[in-house]
């Protein structure tokens, strides 16, 4: 665990706490690693989980499959990110989604029982986690309100533009790179490849955007289409 110490003292959950708190916290919460390669699924849809994720290093995508094996990515998580907090806290229900690793990456579990009940030792710092783990919560439920507002357009070009603004605006930069390759993208917003790519260069042409890989720069000039 020490070798990720600074990893987890940068994130939103241990924010605040102290390395040699942090050590001690993650005895009381029963904390394990796992190691998955790339594109291993880390929980899987139907699961009855107990425990929160966060990703130590690598990225993990949160998907949705449905029937006929349709991927829909509802979000990604970066080292530091937590996982499946919601359904952590309600173990009784399966969970509808499933987290895949997009790259070898290292995850910690940490049991949800010793995050929402204080430990017998009374640790010092359990009102600070929770403060910390409902913050998680309250910030994962605004990424999901974000793609609703991108999902809630009506054309891939409005849809494309409304996440690239957002990207734009989170990284107070018109030029930005997102954490998608194009596929991702597409099943970020649910639509088909063929036809984003053929939005995307449109767009180009039109000079309201430049892009390579997943380098985008938009233009001030933006008109109708």
């Known amino acids: 665990m020490e070798e990720y110490l600074s990893i987890l003292k940068k994130s939103n959950l241990f924010s605040g706490v102290q390395p040699e708190e942090i050590s001690a916290m993650l005895k009381c919460l029963s904390a394990r690693i796992k190691h998955y390669k790339k594109d291993e699924f880390i929980i899987r849809s139907g699961d009855y989980i107990r425990s929160v994720g966060m990703v130590l290093t690598g990225t993990a995508l949160i998907i949705q499959e449905d029937f006929w094996g349709k991927r829909t990515i509802i979000s990604e998580a970066m080292s530091g990110a937590l996982f499946a907090e919601t359904y952590a806290c309600i173990p009784s229900i399966p969970i509808e989604m499933s987290v895949i690793s997009d790259s070898e990456c290292d995850v910690l579990f940490m049991d949800i029982n010793r995050i929402m009940n204080v430990c017998t030792s009374a640790c010092t710092f359990h009102t600070r986690l929770l403060q910390n783990f409902l913050s998680s919560i309250a910030r994962r439920n605004l990424i999901l309100t974000k793609k609703m507002q991108h999902m809630s357009k009506k054309t891939i070009r409005e849809k ?15 030029t930005f790179d997102i954490p998608f390759n194009r596929q991702q993208l597409a099943d970020y917003l649910s639509i088909d490849r063929s036809a984003l790519s053929n939005e995307m260069s449109k767009l180009q042409d039109e000079g309201i955007l430049t892009y390579k890989k997943n380098r985008f720069t938009l233009k001030e000039d933006l008109r109708e289409g």
């Open 160 to 174: 494309l533009l409304s996440y690239l603004s957002a990207e734009s605006l989170k990284n107070n930069s018109s």
